[in-house]
C-alpha cells in the first residue's frame, strides 16, 4: 500500500481510489462496522480512508504534542477539499497511567472549545494486556495470562 503513496500521478491513482471505495462500500453490506487504521499523515490511502469515513477515532495521549497533532489533524481534515461530508471525531483519552497521573492536559483537552465535547468520557488505561514488549513477537492475542484477549471478543 505504501507504493501508492509514492505516486504522484493524481489520474493513475483514479482506479485505485475506487477499488478502495468500493471494498469498503461491500464491506459496509455486510458488516456493522468497519474500521480503518491510519497513521495520522497526509497519505494516499489516509485521504482514501478519511473519504470513505463517517467516523474517525482519534486516540489523544495526555500530552501536549498529542494536543497539538489533534489540532494539526482536524485543520487537514477540515480542508481537505475532497470530503463531500466530513467525518464526526471521536476523540480519546489513550494510555492514561492508572497511578501519579497529572490529569493538566487531560482538563485542557476537556475544556477545548472545539474538541471538549468531542472527547469520551471514559479513557483507555495503561495495559501490560496490549503493550509493546522488546521481546516478545507476536500478536496481544497470542500472549499467555489468565484471560486471553480473544476471550473479549467470542460470543
Not at 461491500?26 to 467516523?55: G, K, Q
Request: contains cysteine; glycine residues 4%; charged residues 20%.
Amino acid at each position: 500500500m505504501v507504493k501508492y503513496s509514492l505516486i504522484d500521478d493524481v489520474k493513475s491513482l483514479l482506479p485505485v481510489k475506487q477499488r478502495f471505495k468500493d471494498f469498503v462500500s461491500n464491506a459496509r453490506a455486510e458488516m456493522d462496522l468497519v474500521c480503518i487504521d491510519c497513521n495520522p499523515s497526509s497519505s494516499f490511502m489516509t485521504v482514501c480512508a478519511l473519504e470513505v469515513a463517517s467516523h474517525v477515532i482519534i486516540p489523544v495521549r495526555p500530552d501536549r504534542f498529542s494536543v497539538l497533532g489533534l489540532e494539526l489533524l482536524d485543520a487537514f481534515i477540515t480542508e481537505l477539499p475532497t470530503l463531500k461530508q466530513k467525518p464526526k471525531l471521536i476523540i480519546v483519552l489513550n494510555g492514561i497511567p492508572r497511578s501519579n497521573y497529572d490529569p493538566a492536559v487531560e482538563n485542557i483537552l476537556r475544556s477545548h472549545p472545539r474538541f471538549g465535547g468531542l472527547t469520551l468520557s471514559t479513557p483507555l488505561y495503561q495495559s501490560s494486556l496490549l503493550a509493546a514488549n522488546p521481546s516478545y513477537t507476536g500478536f496481544a492475542s497470542d500472549k499467555p495470562g489468565p484471560i486471553s484477549a480473544w476471550s473479549y471478543f467470542e460470543p
